[in-house]
C-alpha cells in the first residue's frame, strides 16, 4: 500500500524516535508499504533544521535530511495542478486549523486518493472531504 507521512511522522521516522505507535510503526516496518512526503513536508523540514529546532548531529546539512529521505525509500512528491485545484476547493476549518502547509499537504493526500499518518489530530477535520488519515498516537 501507498502511504503519505506528514512532517511530524517522518521526524520521527529519520530520528528513530520512539514517538511511532505500535500501529504506525508495524505499517512503516511492512515492506510491500511504499512511503511518500509532499514537497512541502520536506520544505517544513528544511525550514526547521535551518531555525535549529531539528538539531540531530548526522544531519549538519539540510541536504543530510534530504539524503535521509532518499536512503529510506521514501519518494518526494512535488505538487501539481490537480493538488492545487483540490486545495481550492476544500473547506478550510480555520478556527479549529490554521496551518495553510498542512492544508496542502491534505489536498495533495486527498487528490493522490493515498492515507496520510500525521500526529496532528487536527486532520481529522478533512476525512469527510475524503481524507484517509491515520492517526499516529504518541
Same mark, same amino acid.
Given at each position: 500500500?501507498?502511504y503519505?507521512?506528514d512532517?511530524?511522522?517522518?521526524i520521527? =521516522?529519520?530520528?528513530? $524516535? +520512539?514517538?511511532l #505507535?505500535?500501529?504506525?510503526?508495524?505499517? &512503516?516496518?511492512d515492506?510491500?508499504?511504499?512511503? *511518500?512526503?509532499?514537497?512541502?513536508?520536506?520544505?517544513?523540514?528544511?525550514?526547521?533544521?535551518?531555525?535549529?529546532?531539528?538539531?540531530?548531529?548526522r =544531519?549538519?546539512?539540510? $541536504? +543530510?535530511?534530504? #539524503?535521509?529521505?532518499?536512503k529510506?525509500? &521514501?519518494?518526494?512528491?512535488?505538487?501539481?495542478? *490537480?493538488?492545487?485545484?483540490k486545495?481550492?476547493?476544500?473547506?478550510?476549518?480555520?478556527h479549529?486549523?490554521?496551518?495553510?502547509?498542512d492544508?496542502?499537504?491534505?489536498?495533495?493526500?486527498?487528490?493522490?486518493?493515498?492515507p496520510i499518518?500525521?500526529?496532528?489530530?487536527?486532520?481529522?477535520?478533512?476525512?469527510?472531504?475524503?481524507?484517509?488519515?491515520?492517526?499516529?498516537?504518541r
Open positions: 500500500m501507498r503519505y507521512l512532517t511530524n511522522v517522518l520521527f =521516522f529519520l530520528l528513530d $524516535n +520512539d514517538q #505507535s505500535t500501529d504506525v510503526f508495524e505499517i &512503516i516496518n515492506y510491500s508499504n511504499s512511503f *511518500y512526503v509532499s514537497s512541502i513536508v520536506v520544505k517544513e523540514i528544511i525550514h526547521l533544521h535551518k531555525r535549529g529546532i531539528i538539531k540531530e548531529s =544531519f549538519k546539512t539540510a $541536504n +543530510d535530511i534530504l #539524503s535521509a529521505i532518499k529510506a525509500g &521514501i519518494e518526494i512528491k512535488p505538487l501539481n495542478e *490537480y493538488h492545487l485545484i486545495y481550492a476547493e476544500m473547506i478550510i476549518p480555520v479549529e486549523h490554521n496551518d495553510p502547509n492544508h496542502v499537504i491534505i489536498a495533495q493526500a486527498i487528490s493522490d486518493q493515498m499518518v500525521s500526529s496532528d489530530h487536527q486532520f481529522k477535520h478533512y476525512t469527510h472531504q475524503g481524507l484517509n488519515f491515520i492517526f499516529n498516537k
